[in-house]
């Protein structure tokens, strides 16, 4: 099988993901899936295309030891297509649905999460024999909270909100009043909550 003639769709562009400042609570799993073509479909010839996407069915916060988890449940879709070893070499499709769960560390955040964002960040595919193939796929999530107020952030470097008008600058250790228009930082609305 040669990977470089797969066309391989489904990848989150960058620009796609919301911006996660340092700290921020988000999770990563890398699962490979082993899959088999049905019965009814003829052998694998040549692997075409294979698309991936993830679907969040429910989540839900949990307390651990070390401090409350949100797990996430949701669904892998898989669409494989390929060309059939048979005389004809018709294109044949195959799709599948893998249940996923995984979890995130919300560590001290606070805030009412209204939303789920799940993102593809990359797709693996390894043919076994004529009839069966695993996929890899690393799969990013992270909650969205619900905007609550303006708040700062200072792009390219770490900040932490003791509140909503006075912000800490995790390299200098320094506070920096919100409401001073003569620093370095920029107001924008705050996807994550304060």
């Known amino acids: 099988m040669k990977k470089d003639c797969i066309e391989i769709t489904g990848i989150t562009p960058y620009d796609h993901f919301p911006e996660c400042p340092c700290h ?12 088999c073509i049905p019965r009814k479909k003829p052998d694998i010839e040549c692997i075409c295309q294979v698309f991936a996407d993830v679907s969040v069915s429910s989540y839900k916060i949990i307390r651990t030891p070390v401090g409350k988890k949100l797990v996430i449940e949701g669904m892998k879709h898989i669409k494989l297509l390929y060309v059939g070893d048979e005389p004809c070499q018709n294109m044949h499709c195959a799709h599948y649905d893998i249940p996923f769960c995984m979890f995130v560390l919300l560590k001290n955040w606070e805030g009412q999460i209204v939303d789920i964002f799940t ?35 200072d792009y390219g470097q770490c900040n932490a909100h003791v509140n909503c008008d006075v912000h800490v600058n995790c390299y200098t250790n320094t506070l920096k009043n919100c409401g ?7 107001h924008r609305s705050c996807e994550y909550g304060c």
């Open 119 to 153: 993102g593809i960040e990359h797709i693996g595919i390894h043919e076994l024999d004529s009839r069966c193939f695993t996929v890899s796929i690393i799969i990013f999530a992270c909650p969205i909270f619900k905007k609550k107020h303006d708040c700062c952030y």
């Open 24 to 35: 921020y609570p988000s999770g990563q799993i890398c699962e490979t899936d082993k899959m």
């Open 180 to 186: 001073d228009s003569s620093n370095q930082y920029f």
